[in-house]
Every structure is written in C-alpha cells, then in structure tokens.
C-alpha cells in the first residue's frame, strides 16, 4: 500500500505559496457537518488539526464512515470534475482546524500558471487513487469478514 499524498508538501514551493495566497483559515467545531452528498462543491480544505469523517448515506437512518481523514490531508476533491457536487458527506470528528480554498479562484490560477495545475491535478489524483485502494481493502475486509459470519 502506497502512503498517502499530503497536497501541500506535495507540491514545489514556488508553486505551494502561490496556492496558499489564496487560503483562508477555518475552524469547524465537534460534530459539524462539513458538506453533504449532492451538495454543490465550489471549495476545498487542506486539513491542518482535527479529523474529519467521509460518510454515505446508507439508508434514510443510517450513514457508514468510508474514510477518516487528518492534519495534512485534502478535504474534497468533487470542485475539480464536472457536475461538481459532492460525493460523500464529511463531518468533523474532533474540532478542525484547515486552510479553505475557494475553487474558481483556484482553477483561475491554474490557467494562468499550467505548471501549477499540472502538478495539483497529478497530485489530487495520486490522493484519490490511494483513497480507491484504501476503500477497496475496507470493502475486501468486510466481505471477508460477513462470508466468514455465514
């Protein structure tokens, strides 16, 4: 299993401080919901304390945790690919604190410097690969784990 990508010291520093220009701090309290599944994605988070729980609404009473994520990881991927709405629902575990991105401020800079976009979308997609294969082994575990029960 490969380690996980942390998009800020990921990327070169001339272009990691061009990226935080456009940061703003946050905080999100205990048990806030973040985002829900559907919701417009117009931003994104890079996680500086706390937790924060991906979930999916499973049935119209219960939600499944499908990642935990902490400090340096990236909060939200769906502003970068069309129709731009999320696809899971996040919530903070612990209290959070993280830099906000706007997206159409970001994807703005991307055009003007393409190197920068290039490595923010390469470095998105290895996060999101380590994330499918994450999510895979869960899902390998629990099937094993249910065949066993029967």
């Known amino acids: ?3 996980a990508t942390k998009l800020l010291t990921a990327l070169p520093p001339p272009q990691r401080q061009r990226l935080m220009s456009l940061a703003r701090e946050v905080s999100f309290q205990e048990d ?3 985002f829900e ?3 417009t ?3 994104f988070w890079v996680i500086r304390s706390g937790a924060v729980s991906l979930d999916q609404q499973v049935t119209s009473l219960q939600r499944v945790t499908v990642a935990s994520l902490g400090s340096g990881d990236l909060l939200g991927w769906s502003w970068l690919f069309p129709p731009h709405q999320w696809d ?7 209290p959070v604190r993280a830099y906000e991105f706007e997206a159409t401020a970001v994807l703005t800079l991307c055009e ?10 390469r470095n998105v ?3 999101l690969a380590h994330r499918l294969e994450m999510t895979r082994g869960k899902l ?3 099937y094993s784990m249910r065949r066993h029960a029967l």
């Open 1 to 3: 299993m490969t380690k």
């Open 37 to 39: 599944a559907g919701g």
């Open 125 to 127: 997609a290895e996060i």
């Open 140 to 142: 390998m575990e629990q």
């Open 88 to 94: 899971f629902g996040a919530v903070a575990f612990s």
């Open 112 to 121: 003007e410097d393409p190197a920068l976009g290039l490595v923010l979308v």
């Open 41 to 43: 994605a117009d931003r």
């Open 32 to 34: 806030a919901r973040i």
